[in-house]
C-alpha cells in the first residue's frame, strides 16, 4: 500500500513538475498565458484569507515538486535510468522543512481559518 502511495507521489510531483515548466515558457512566449496567470493573481488577491490559502498551497506545490525533481536529477546526475529510481526514493524522505510546512499548511491555516470566520461572526 505505501508504495501505492509514493507512486501516486511521484506522477502527481513529476505532472506538477512539468506543468510549472510549461506554464514558465508560456509567460515568456504566450500573451494569452501571461493574461490567464496575471487573472488567477488578481482573484485570489481579491478573495481574502480563502484566496491567500489557495495560493500558499500553489506555491507550496509548485516549490516542492520542483525541488523533488531538482534533487533527484542532482543525485541521478543527469536524468537518466537512475532518475525514477531516484525520484521515488526523493519523495520518500522528506525533508525537514516539508514535514514542518505540511503541518502548517494542512492542520494550523484551516485551524486558523475556521477560528478566525467562527470569532469574527
Given amino acids: 500500500m505505501d508504495s501505492i502511495w509514493?507512486?501516486?507521489n511521484g506522477i502527481v510531483s513529476l505532472a506538477t513538475a512539468m506543468?510549472?515548466?510549461l506554464i514558465i515558457l508560456g509567460l515568456i512566449f504566450n500573451?494569452?498565458?501571461r493574461?490567464?496567470?496575471?487573472?488567477?493573481y488578481e482573484e485570489l488577491a481579491s478573495s481574502g484569507v480563502i484566496g491567500i490559502y489557495v495560493?500558499?498551497?500553489?506555491?507550496?506545490?509548485?516549490?516542492?515538486s520542483i525541488l523533488?525533481?531538482?534533487v533527484a536529477i542532482i543525485n541521478a546526475r543527469g536524468i537518466n535510468k537512475k532518475f525514477i529510481s531516484t525520484f521515488f526514493n526523493v519523495q520518500s524522505k522528506k525533508l525537514k522543512f516539508f514535514k514542518w510546512a505540511n503541518r502548517?499548511?494542512?492542520i494550523f491555516l484551516p485551524l486558523s481559518i475556521f477560528v478566525y470566520y467562527y470569532f469574527s461572526a
Avoid: A, R
Fill in 68 to 70: 523533488s525533481i531538482s
Fill in 55 to 64: 495560493s500558499i498551497i500553489l506555491i507550496y506545490m509548485v516549490l516542492g
Fill in 104 to 106: 502548517v499548511i494542512y
Fill in 6 to 8: 509514493k507512486l501516486s
Fill in 19 to 21: 506543468l510549472v515548466i
Fill in 35 to 40: 493574461s490567464n496567470v496575471i487573472y488567477l
Fill in 31 to 33: 500573451e494569452n498565458i
